[in-house]
């Protein structure tokens, strides 16, 4: 039996978390990890606005006292002055994981001339990941998934590739991603027979 890996969902948004605009965050992620991850899954969701103390508070919340393994924000990492979110992962953050944030705004390139304004960071704090993706809803599935070409071959692998063998190499729960839409990569002496 697989153990259920225990996500944290955080939308970060002025006017959506004021009920200016329906939150499409949050639902989003949901669907999307729902229709990858075929091991069990638990969320803990917020929507909350860009503020970058109860940025802080919700992800340490999330990781220290929720005992979350993978959190995942969306929103408030480009360039205004009220986009905090890299600046708020950075402060609870125990160590950096550059390659997250390099390779979204790589895959974003693909399907946006604006990608490089995104600040976004990938960090860990204690047993968990954090990574935060662009606040755009359709963002989520681009950075997530990557990029195809016509025929369905990967042409740009989206980041959630990478994210099951980081989560085991942090002593998180082993996940599994349907390879139709993200095919999991890990080193042949961390795989385990089929
Ligand atoms: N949580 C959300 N739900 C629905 N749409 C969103 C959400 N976050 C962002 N968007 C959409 O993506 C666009 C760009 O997102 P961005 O994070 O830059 O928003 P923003 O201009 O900082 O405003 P806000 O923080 O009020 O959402 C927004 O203008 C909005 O159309
Ligand atoms: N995949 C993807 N990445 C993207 C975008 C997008 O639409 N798709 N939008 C870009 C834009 S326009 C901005 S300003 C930055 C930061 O967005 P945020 O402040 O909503 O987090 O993300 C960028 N990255």
Redo the contacts with the bound molecule.
Sequence with gaps: MNQTLKIGLV????????G???????PALRDWLKRTVTTPLEFEAR?I??EQDEIESTLIDLVDYQGCQLVLT?????P?P??VTPEATLAVADRVMPGFGEQMRQISLAFVPTAILSRQVGVIRKQALILNL????KAIAETLEGLRDADGQVKVPGIFAAVPYCLDLIGAPWIDTDPAVVKAFRPKSAQRPA
């Design positions: 939308s970060i948004s002025d006017r959506a978390s004021q200016v605009y329906e939150d499409k965050g949050l929507l606005a860009d969306t929103g408030g990492t480009g205004a009220r986009d662009p606040g755009q809803p």
